[in-house]
């Protein structure tokens, strides 16, 4: 008899265990509470006709280094990479931009810039390290256990979780 499992959600989480599990021989369900699938990565047509918004998340530069998108072949998938990762408006009408070009994105945030750069090049350097740490799950030895602890300590300094960080400066 096949083993069978249900996941509650669609969301990328959910669908993510859904394909792991039937390819690891499960008969999988999955059950959705909302009238359409995609959870937080949703995308509907809410306003003009021939637009179509993201719902929740819009901007995904981690799911370039994703072990889970490398190990189900989907880094083939051509993705749409903007020049500005994110930005955050700030009080007085300015805004700090995170460009994927480091130099680019300290200069644009004046007397902060060199803090910032202290902060993400290192980090910038050693990608596969971060990427290895941030996109897996927490209970296993790293494996480049010096960036990983280093990731950490920074990320405890800028007092912070560092999604932010990982995902801005990802090159192409
Ligand atoms: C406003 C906003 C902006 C965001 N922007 C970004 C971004 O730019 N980049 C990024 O990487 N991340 C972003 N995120 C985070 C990202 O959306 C989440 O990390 C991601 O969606 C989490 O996936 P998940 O599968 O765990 O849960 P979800 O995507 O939340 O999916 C959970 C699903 O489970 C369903 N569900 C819940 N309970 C039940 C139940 N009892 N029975 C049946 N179904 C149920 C829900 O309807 C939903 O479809 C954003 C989130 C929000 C809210």
Redesign the pocket.
């Known amino acids: 008899m096949a083993r069978r499992a249900t996941i509650?959600?669609?969301?990328?989480?959910?669908?993510a265990a859904a394909v792991a599990l039937a390819r690891a021989g499960y008969e999988v369900r999955v059950?959705?509470?909302?009238d359409t699938?995609?959870?937080?990565?949703?995308t509907a047509a809410l306003t003009l006709p021939g637009y179509r918004h993201?719902v929740?998340?819009?901007?995904?530069p981690?799911a370039l280094s994703s072990p889970f998108f490398r190990a189900f072949g989907l880094d083939r998938i051509d993705w749409i990479v903007p020049e500005a990762s994110?930005a955050h408006p700030l009080d007085d009408g300015r805004a700090a931009v995170a460009w994927r070009d480091l130099d680019r994105t300290v200069a644009g945030l004046g007397a902060d810039g060199p803090a910032w750069r202290r902060i993400v090049r290192p980090l910038n350097r050693r990608l596969a390290g971060v990427a290895d740490f941030t996109g897996n799950q927490l209970i296993r030895v790293p494996r480049h256990p010096v960036t990983a602890a280093r990731f950490a300590l920074r990320m405890a300094q800028a007092g912070h979780d560092g999604r932010a960080v990982d995902?801005a400066h990802i090159p192409h």
């Open positions: 509650v959600g669609s969301g990328p989480n959910g669908l059950v959705e509470a909302s699938p995609g959870g937080g990565v949703r993201d929740c998340s819009a901007v995904h981690a994110f995902a």
